[in-house]
């Protein structure tokens, strides 16, 4: 019995010893084939660094205003007769707008021009008299000075016909109408807004030490959210004489042709002004950058010889970098690259430092310094 038991027990032992050395086998074979494991290399695509010559640009944000804009009101209290005007309609200079009630002046001119006419007869025939010394000085002067009270006062009813007669007063385009027909208006009442929107102004502000590098005739560069996109172009045209004492900033206006009246007062637009000097930069695809918090870094691209077979092959080397500014698909470089060296340009994620790469730019993206989006 006892030795039933012994001889039980080795054979466990035995058993165990076994497979724990057919395991360790297996470990073994696995650890050795993760060292010789060699990853495939990752296709990517390049980008060669070369030096460009970068507009220099003064950043700021403008607001747009009419070159002409005012709110039509009534100046004489009256009823309105007529709307002569559709609203968001373009009118010219002098187009009748709006007719208020003018029977009474109307009748009152009439009364005023009869008197103008008796008077200047009865002076003609004073004068006459006066020559032949039939009347005195003093009767003809009386009756030219009735003849000069009666056209003032046919000239003051022509003038508040005329103000009653409301015109534009420029040409533009109209905004909503704010009276209605047969409403009485007093004076200084809102009747419809008019404004001009080509041209239109621009208004922004830059700080004062950046007040010797402009100058009147500078282009100057307009976006907008309501025009995704697209660029517009101006020209600076009038420099404030004097810096603001809050701000220490200086205000500028420039001009912009808007013949599609695209821009409307009271806009939002971010503003450029470009200035005549160049500035020299090594710009790079923004998707080659990996951002991160301990520092902003490229790969760049090297051949090196493989150590087994003495073949030359590519590999990346992560290089860290300090950036400047920003424009379009690119963004500058202002420390840790140099000119003529070759970085990926796409799937930076997926590199790591040392590691075995495929060049492929077959289907390498196009990177332009103003990308312009399509339009639907």
Known sequence: M???????IVGLIVLIAVLGGIKGLQIFRMTAAGKQFVPPPETITSFEVQTKAWETLLTSVGTLEAVQGVMVTAELKGKVENIAFEPGAKVLAGDLLVQQDISSETAQLRASEAAVKLAKITLERTRKLLTEKTVSQSEYDNADAQYKQAAAQADNIRATIAKKTIRAPF??????????????????????????????????????????????????????????GRSIEGKITAINPAVDAATRNIEIQATAENPEEQLRPGMFVSVNVVLPTLEKVLPIPATAVLYAPYGDSVFVVEEKKNEKNNQPSMIVRQQFIRLGEKRGDFIAVASGLKEGETIASTGVFKLRNGQSVVVNNALAPEFKLIPKTKEN
């Open 2 to 8: 006892k030795k039933r038991i012994f001889f039980t």
């Open 171 to 228: 040409a533009g385009r109209l905004g909503i109408r704010l009276i209605n027909l047969g409403q009485t208006l007093n004076e200084g009442d809102a009747i419809v807004s008019l404004q001009s929107f080509d041209p239109i102004f621009v208004n922004f502000s830059l700080p004062q030490q950046q007040l010797a590098k402009v100058r009147p005739g500078l282009t100057v560069r307009m976006t907008t959210d309501a025009l995704p």
